[in-house]
């Protein structure tokens, strides 16, 4: 079956389906894990919301108003072994009231009467102060169902201004990071202590709850989940908020100005009474911290939100990670795409607890799981299938393609089509001027070392302008651009080649003088045009890439007819109509090369002759045109003025004879201007 599946996608564009589906299968993979919450995946979730509070935000500022009256190690050591005696607690209530407090909430309960006088005693001074808040707990079946609640004796919890629930709802792992703000007994709402301290702290007497919001007066919104569950944004470790000594408090030894206007919770923090809870910033926070940071949340309106909007960015970033990610196994190879990756994933982490800061919890797993999943897969895609033609390609044109096209091709082999395709390039052929006498003139050895040291040189210039080095014909070079990929540019890459192989060489002329070498020149032609491009050879014994047809002729025949100029390089017509707008030329002459017919324009680019500049260029093209218009005698004076300048110009020389001769010889009424080449 899989080889059927591999022989239906052999080419390219099946095999990219292929390859975009198995990317399209691992997004959707995570995107189904995000939805149905899996529970590996979800409790490394759960845990990089306690790193964002620990390792990453650290502590905030409390709110001022709120405090905490701890019942303490030291409180017991005065007081007694705890429980102590309710009397104790009217003590307190009538220390906070008289210091002008706001609210005063037990994170205990008193369940059974202890004495008609303690129990009295503490009803008469909570109902005095009008601002108590008693605690109440629930227990639950495993299905969350109600099955009992603690509460305090009718007459206390009559005499308290309001009761509002204890009960902690911790993880899997046992941290505490949501809290049930209410909770639902028979058609009545029990609001948690910690929203019970806010509302005292708002001055609000009613809550509404709506679907995943608990609305406070009408006004003020508190967004939680459908239980009713509100994540805590947690402002630090134990002890951020003021603590003050039940003892001290009860005895008076705590100036009333720092109790004044604050919201009271009294709860245990002495490790012997074990109300300990785990957050995500310690293992040990008393339970009434967590209660003041509740209302803290509420008052301060510090909400951590998790709701339809951040499921859709959830969502959203798991579709454009996984995209990103498998979009650069197909860019980059493995070794580059890796790192990549983890720089993409390293910045989605820092862009989710930016969202985070500003009461955002996106996930900071599931995105980057899908970016890593789908670089899994397409980087094993890729190795599986596509590398096999990468592979091909750098194999094959590694040896003469410069390594920015084959790292072209190696991403998009299908580029270039081996079988044979027309392309529109340019051709560059060069030779050494008078080689075979230079070779005769010096060792083999010195021939060798020269001609390599050249050749080497000349690659890399042509390597640098994107150039594809065909073969080497004796002393000579066949190059082109446009081919075996798509070069817009491949005519002005050319000319720009041309102008550094011309400065490479003079470089290299003063380096031979200097080691007492004798230097050489070089010439050659350049043409564009269409040719076929492929593998051409037999397969299995010989093949290589190339490129074939008129235009490599053209070409090739350009380089022969530079050496009647006397010019470094002759441009063919087509070449310079593509870079006219952007080079100087000086147009040489319109031939016929052998075995063609229709005849051609050549030029020379500016800067290739010394002492034709931009100036002398247009003066011979004017000359020239005085030529064709047979206009010998004007044409002549022209053309001597030019060489006068320029001594040693051919072309100068050429047309000057020309004009002696056809002043003598006039052509025919239908001469073209046409130069008919006889030799190649």
Same mark, same amino acid.
């Given at each position: 079956? #899989? ?26 993979? =995570? ?29 905030? $500022? ?9 019942? +303490? ?72 169902? @109600?099955? %009992?609640?603690?509460? %305090? ?36 709402? @029990? ?10 702290? !708002? ?6 709850? +709506? =679907? ?9 919104? @508190? ?25 001290? #408090? ?10 004044? +206007?604050? @919201? ?14 785990? $957050? ?19 008052? %301060? ?17 798991? /579709? ?23 720089? !993409? ?23 980057? &799981? ?13 190795? !599986? &299938? ?31 089509? !081996? ?5 529109? #390039? $340019? ?33 890399? =210039? ?73 593998? &051409? ?37 087509? $070449? ?17 090369? /052998? ?17 034709? +500049? ?31 300048? #320029? ?26 201007? /046409? ?6």
């Amino acid at each position: 079956m #899989v080889s059927a599946i591999m022989k239906k996608v052999s080419s390219r564009r099946g095999m990219r389906w292929v390859s975009w589906l198995l990317a399209l299968a691992s997004v959707s993979s =995570v995107v189904m894990l995000y939805y149905t919450q899996n529970p590996f995946l979800e409790a490394f979730e759960a845990r990089t919301y306690d790193l964002r509070f620990k390792a990453m935000r650290g502590p905030i $500022t409390p709110h001022p108003d709120i405090a905490i009256i701890a019942i +303490d190690d030291k409180s017991i050591a005065e007081l007694g072994r705890f429980p102590w005696t309710r009397t104790e607690y009217a003590r307190l209530l009538k220390q906070t009231s008289a210091a002008g407090a706001k609210a005063v909430l037990f994170d205990a309960f008193f369940p059974e009467h202890e004495s008609a006088r303690a129990d009295g005693a503490f009803a008469e001074a909570a109902k005095k102060a009008g601002n108590v808040v008693l605690a109440t707990s629930f227990n639950f079946d495993p299905s969350f169902r @109600i099955t %009992s609640r603690i509460r %305090s004796i009718a007459e206390i919890e009559r005499a308290a201004s309001g009761v509002g629930h204890i009960n902690f709802l911790p993880d899997g792992d046992g941290v505490n990071r949501r809290s049930r703000l209410l909770i639902e007994q028979d058609g009545q709402f @029990i609001p948690s202590l910690g929203l019970m301290g806010a509302m005292v702290a !708002l001055g609000e007497k009613t809550f509404e709850p +709506d =679907v995943f919001d608990i609305v406070l007066g009408g006004q003020r919104h @508190i967004p939680v989940s459908a239980d009713y569950s509100m994540w805590i944004n947690f402002t630090g470790p134990p002890k951020i908020y003021p603590h003050f000594s039940f003892a001290d #408090v009860a005895q008076g030894r705590i100036a009333p100005a720092l109790l004044k +206007d604050k @919201i009271l919770f009294v709860g245990a923090t002495a490790m012997g009474v074990y109300d300990m809870r785990v $957050t995500p910033f310690d293992g040990n926070t008393p339970g009434v911290e967590v209660h003041a940071t509740i209302a803290d949340n509420i008052i %301060s309106e510090r909400f951590v939100r998790q709701t339809g909007l951040e499921a859709l960015l959830d969502i959203t970033f798991i /579709v454009l990670l996984g995209s990103m990610a498998y979009f650069l196994t197909t860019r980059l190879r493995l070794y580059t795409a890796l790192p990549a990756t983890v720089l !993409l994933a390293s910045a989605y982490v820092w862009l989710s607890y930016t969202f985070f800061l500003q009461g955002h919890w996106v996930s900071m797993i599931y995105p980057p &799981v899908a970016a890593f999943a789908a670089l899994l897969v397409g980087a094993s895609f890729r190795f !599986l &299938v596509l590398e096999r033609s990468a592979r091909k390609m750098r194999a094959m044109f590694s040896s003469y393609l410069s390594d920015k096209l084959v790292a072209r091709l190696e991403r998009d082999p299908e580029a270039a089509k !081996l079988g044979g395709d027309s392309k529109e #390039v $340019t051709v560059l052929f060069t030779d050494i001027k008078g080689f075979t006498s230079y070779s005769e003139g010096h060792t083999p050895q010195e021939v060798v070392a020269r001609l390599n040291e050249y050749l080497g040189e000349m690659v890399q =210039v042509i390597e640098n302008f994107d150039g594809t080095v065909d073969k080497f014909i004796g002393d000579g070079i066949m190059a082109y651009w446009g081919a075996p990929l798509e070069q817009p540019d491949h005519a002005e890459l050319a000319i720009a080649c041309i102008r550094a192989m011309k400065k490479k060489m003079k470089e290299l002329r003063a380096k031979w003088e200097k080691e007492g070498i004798e230097p050489f020149y070089i010439r050659g032609g350049l043409q564009s045009g269409d040719v076929v491009a492929g593998n &051409v050879g037999c397969e299995g014994k010989k093949m290589e890439y190339t490129v074939i047809g008129d235009t490599v002729n053209q070409a090739a025949r350009l380089e022969g007819t530079a050496k009647y100029y006397e010019v470094t390089f002759l441009i063919g017509e087509n $070449t310079y109509e593509k870079t006219a707008a952007t080079n100087h030329y000086r147009e040489l002459d319109r031939i016929r090369v /052998v075995g063609k017919q229709n005849p051609v324009r050549i030029y020379e680019l500016s800067g290739f002759t010394a002492g034709m +500049d931009d100036a002398a260029i247009d003066e011979f093209n004017a000359a020239l045109v005085l030529y064709r218009e047979r206009k010998w005698a004007e044409a002549r004076y022209c053309f001597e003025l030019i060489l006068q300048r #320029v001594p040693n110009d051919k072309p100068c020389k050429i047309y000057i004879e020309r004009c002696e001769f056809f002043m003598k010889n006039p052509p025919p009424e239908n001469w073209d201007g /046409v130069f008919n080449r006889r030799e190649k």
